[in-house]
């Protein structure tokens, strides 16, 4: 309903009746709504809510498409609610129930949340609901942080322990609320295993478990929809596997969504309608498994030097501009049972500790074979597990700049990854490639976890700086399983390729590494 006509509709309300809505208003406001415990039996439940925000799956993967936190968010309520409040002359009316969230169980693991109009406190249908064309930003701000865990400058929703940055401990997200009927945009979670409504800090919230049939403890995506009903929106927080429950409970208590005094232009931003729709629409990427040995030419062997095709560093202030005057030479490759070729260093993972024995050796690496379902009716299965040793690969890459300038904040990547020959074909390992497989413990091919050069803001995989013709040492480490060490080649590419063959690491060439085996 535009303002015109609630004008209209209202002009001439007795007193008596704003009075009546006030009190209403305020007194949903104040209570906490029955059936906010824990209910995992399928029923529908609603609640008063703005927005809402995509769930990652129990593999930690986002859908397609999925935006940052900032874009396509939205505001629809707030203008809604302040020209009802112009109108009625209070700003009591400002938490009225406009919008619910809806959740209800689809099979036995799918569950569906929609966002729609509801009825308002008088009793009229708010059916007729007209989006902003420009809405104000919210800020995350997180007022509880726990002890060991940091926000990072410029990214107020995150938060992760010091000692394993960018990985694990929490992120939050939203997006815009932006329909009126909530049948019309049901978003379908699958493989959700347990879900239940609670209430934080007096804002109701939707928590959510997937995972896969005959699995326990970590690899479970765990998510929490949290209504802020005063700035209309759900916000997102997906919980890491280093971070319990209660601690996520904790944060969250202590978290509000600021207004900026910004606006931005609707069209630009991340609509419910948009998250709704993403699971059907999000189309399947083709990976690029197999290549020639003509497209392998470039391939290059320990002692080789190279340039790098798409290296990026500051240039007097510039930052992160292409620059072509590096060039990489890994000098070295070391296999270990053990983690004694990191020293002593304050980056080592905290998940490489727990892979230690008591011996001081890698235990093995339990590999779940997995049966997908649709994650509806039937979850994913592990349908068979393996053992295998599990070692660490240590390999020192010497970074070289080639040109006249002083460089600041050179990036570095390097990417294990797994390539056997089938004749003249040669194929990326398939059960990285495919992920069809699951371990128990850290072991697999993939980005580097470990490096002993920090620079940039976020002290990480950049050299801070190199002059010119000076060679800075890099070591990286990853832990793979014993059986991948005779396929193991190292991409340092720094836009990565970790599943596939891209043209960016065939151009520049992959590292083989075999030898080691």
Not at 138 to 167: A, C, H
Not at 205 to 226: D, H, W
Not at 235 to 245: A, H, I, P, R
Not at 386 to 392: G, H, I, P, S
Request: glycine share 10%.
């Amino acid at each position: 309903m535009r303002l015109e006509q609630m004008r209209e509709e209202f002009p001439k309300m007795p007193e008596e009746m704003r009075a009546m809505i006030e009190n209403e208003v305020a007194r949903q406001i104040k209570i906490e709504r029955p059936g906010f415990g824990a209910d995992n039996s399928g029923s529908r439940n609603d609640f008063m809510g703005g927005r809402g925000s995509s769930v990652k799956h129990y593999d930690g993967s986002r859908p397609a498409g999925r935006r940052a936190a900032g874009k396509k968010r939205g505001r629809c309520m707030a203008a809604i609610l302040a020209a009802a409040a112009m109108v009625l002359g209070t700003t009591a009316f400002a938490g009225a129930k406009i919008y619910q969230i809806y959740s209800e169980k689809e099979g036995n693991y799918g569950l569906k949340i929609g966002i729609g109009a509801a009825e308002v406190t008088d009793g009229r249908e708010n059916s007729d609901v007209t989006v902003p064309e420009n809405i104000p930003e919210i800020q995350i701000k997180m007022n509880y942080i726990p002890d060991g865990m940091v926000t990072p400058e410029g990214d107020s929703g995150k938060l992760f322990r010091e000692d394993t940055p960018w990985m694990g401990g929490i992120s939050m997200a939203t997006i815009i609320m932006d329909q009126s009927d909530a049948a019309e945009s049901l978003r379908l979670d699958k493989n959700v295993t347990y879900s239940e409504q609670l209430s934080i800090s007096d804002h109701q919230a939707v928590y959510l478990e997937k995972g896969m049939k005959g699995q326990e403890g970590s690899g479970i995506g765990r998510v929490f929809y949290v209504v802020y009903p005063e700035v209309w929106h759900v916000l997102e927080v997906f919980v890491g596997d280093d971070m319990t429950k209660e601690e996520a409970i904790k944060v969250i208590e202590n978290t509000e969504l600021v207004p900026t005094g910004e606006t931005e232009d609707m069209s630009n931003l991340y609509t419910w309608s948009d998250y709704a729709a993403q699971e059907e629409e999000t189309e399947i990427y083709e990976y690029k498994l197999t290549a020639t040995a003509e497209e392998l030419k470039n391939t290059h062997r320990i002692g080789d030097t190279f340039e790098l095709k798409n290296s990026v560093a500051d240039i007097d202030g510039e930052e992160l501009v292409s620059v072509d005057c590096i060039t990489a030479k890994v000098a070295d490759v070391q296999i270990a049972d053990d983690l004694s070729l990191l020293g002593d260093s304050g980056y080592i993972d905290d998940r490489w500790k727990k892979a230690v024995g008591a011996d001081g050796k890698l235990v093995s690496n339990v590999i779940q074979h997995i049966r997908h379902g649709d994650g509806i009716d039937t979850l994913d299965e592990i349908t068979g597990t393996e053992e295998v040793a599990q070692k660490l690969v240590y390999v020192t890459v010497e970074y070289t700049n080639t040109g006249d300038v002083e460089l600041k904040n050179v990036m570095f990547n390097g990417t294990f990854t797994g390539i056997q020959e089938d004749g003249s074909i040669f194929e990326r390992l398939r059960q990285y490639a495919e992920g069809e497989i699951s371990y128990t413990s850290v072991g697999g091919l993939g980005g580097m976890e470990f490096y002993d050069v920090h620079g940039s803001e976020r002290n990480n995989n950049y050299i801070p700086v190199m002059k010119p013709g000076e060679t800075v040492t890099v070591h990286m480490a990853r832990i793979v399983n014993e059986d991948e060490l005779e396929y193991l080649y190292l991409n340092l590419n720094i836009s990565g390729g970790e599943f596939e063959f891209t043209e960016s690491g065939l151009d520049q060439g992959y590292v083989d590494i075999r030898q080691q085996g």
